[in-house]
């Protein structure tokens, strides 16, 4: 559903658990606040700065919830890397969208995308 004029407000919070940091969308209410999204991403030493799951609810995609949580840890750590062709469509749709605006390196023989907190 797409938000024209009564966008709802959210914020993104973090916490690290594990060797896992958690990014979570929070739909900002007058007198319960909601979790409507959140982003994980590994930190263990090989698969440090992987993306390993993505989710917005159903009713706030497509108005830019998921991009603002990878563009939040983008900020924090630097850089993003995916798996490319084992993400869903929308996850990849973002990282495509993400490309645009910042810089970008595939390693095409492992099918990894990284993105840097750089803008191109």
């Not at 919070?13 to 940091?21: I, L, P």
């Not at 490309?99 to 095409?108: A, G």
């Amino acid at each position: 559903m797409k938000f024209k004029h009564n966008k709802p407000k959210v914020k993104v919070t973090s916490e690290f658990k594990g060797e896992v940091w958690h990014f979570r969308l929070i739909k900002v209410n007058r007198y319960k606040n909601s979790e409507i999204g959140k982003l994980e991403i590994d930190f263990a030493r090989e698969k440090k700065y992987f993306v390993i799951s993505s989710h917005v609810d159903t009713i706030y995609r497509n108005n830019g919830f998921g991009k603002l949580l990878y563009v939040k840890a983008l900020k924090k750590f630097g850089k993003l890397k995916t798996d490319y062709f084992e993400a869903s469509e929308d996850a990849q749709r973002v990282w495509i969208s993400l490309c645009k605006k910042y810089k970008s390196k595939k390693f095409f023989f492992y099918g990894t995308l990284t993105l840097y907190n750089k803008l191109k």
